[in-house]
T-cell receptor, first 111, second 114 residues
Framework: AQSVTQLGSHVSVSEGALVLLRCNYS??????LFWYVQYPNQGLQLLLK??????LVKGINGFEAEFKKSETSFHLTKPSAHMSDAAEYFC?????????FGAGTTVTVRA | GAGVSQSPSNKVTEKGKDVELRCDPI?????LYWYRQRLGQGLEFLIY????????KSGLPSDRFSAERTGESVSTLTIQRTQQEDSAVYLC????????????FGPGTRLTVL
C-alpha cells in the first residue's frame, strides 16, 4: 500500500519567487510518482511524472521535481512564480494502476 | 485529439434519488478509472476497468454505488438512493495501459445532494 503526504495545504508566494511544494510518500516497492495541477472547476492536468529514468524530472510550465529515494520525497519546484500558477497541486503515487493522492496544496500568487 | 469528457458537468439531486454519471475516455485507452474528490480533500479511488471488466471495485463506498463500461469505451457510474455525503466531484480518468501509465482526467461531474 502507498500513501502520500503533502506538507502545507496552502502556500502563498510573490510573483517571481520560488515555488516549493513538498511531497513525501511511502511505498513498499519503487513507485511511479506524479504531480498534477487542478485549476478551478477543471480536471487534473499532468505536470510531470517520475519513472526511474532520471531523478530530476522536468515538466510543463517550468516546473520540475526531484526524486530522493533516501528521503522518500518528490518535491515540486518552479524558480519563478507566475500569476497563472495559482491553482491546486496534487502529488500522487502508484506501483500498479491505482493512484494514491495527497490532500493537495493550494498555491496563491501575490502580485 | 479529444480528451476525457464527462457529463453532466453539474448535477443537483434530492436525497434518495438515483443519479447516473457518464464518462467518455480517450479513444483507444483500455484502462478507465473513477475517483471521488470531496471538498477540501484529495482524490479517492473508486473503481478500475480494464476493457469492460472491473477487476478492482475496492473503492466503491457502499452497494449503492455501481459502474459499468461497454464497448471498451463509455462508462457509467450509478449512485442509487443518494445521500448528502455523496456530494462531491466525481472524476473519470483513462490511460493507454494500466501499470504505472499516465492517467488523463476529465473535467469531473459536480454532484450536489440536497
Amino acid at each position: 500500500a502507498q500513501s502520500v503526504t503533502q506538507l502545507g495545504s496552502h502556500v502563498s508566494v510573490s510573483e517571481g519567487a520560488l515555488v516549493l511544494l513538498r511531497c513525501n510518500y511511502s511505498s513498499s516497492v519503487p513507485p511511479y510518482l506524479f504531480w498534477y495541477v487542478q485549476y478551478p472547476n477543471q480536471g487534473l492536468q499532468l505536470l510531470l511524472k517520475y519513472t526511474s529514468a532520471a531523478t530530476l524530472v522536468k515538466g510543463i510550465n517550468g516546473f520540475e521535481a526531484e526524486f530522493k529515494k533516501s528521503e522518500t520525497s518528490f518535491h515540486l519546484t518552479k524558480p519563478s512564480a507566475h500569476m497563472s500558477d495559482a491553482a491546486e497541486y496534487f502529488c500522487a503515487v502508484t506501483n500498479d494502476y491505482k493512484l494514491s493522492f495527497g490532500a493537495g496544496t493550494t498555491v496563491t500568487v501575490r502580485a | 485529439g479529444a480528451g476525457v469528457s464527462q457529463s453532466p458537468s453539474n448535477k443537483v439531486t434530492e436525497k434518495g434519488k438515483d443519479v447516473e454519471l457518464r464518462c467518455d475516455p480517450i479513444s483507444g485507452h483500455t484502462a478507465l478509472y473513477w475517483y471521488r474528490q470531496r471538498l477540501g480533500q484529495g482524490l479517492e479511488f473508486l473503481i478500475y476497468f480494464q476493457g469492460n471488466s472491473a477487476p478492482d471495485k475496492s473503492g466503491l463506498p457502499s452497494d449503492r454505488f455501481s459502474a459499468e463500461r461497454t464497448g471498451e469505451s463509455v462508462s457509467t457510474l450509478t449512485i442509487q438512493r443518494t445521500q448528502q455525503e455523496d456530494s462531491a466531484v466525481y472524476l473519470c480518468a483513462s490511460s493507454l495501459e494500466s501499470f504505472g501509465d499516465t492517467q488523463y482526467f476529465g473535467p469531473g461531474t459536480r454532484l450536489t445532494v440536497l
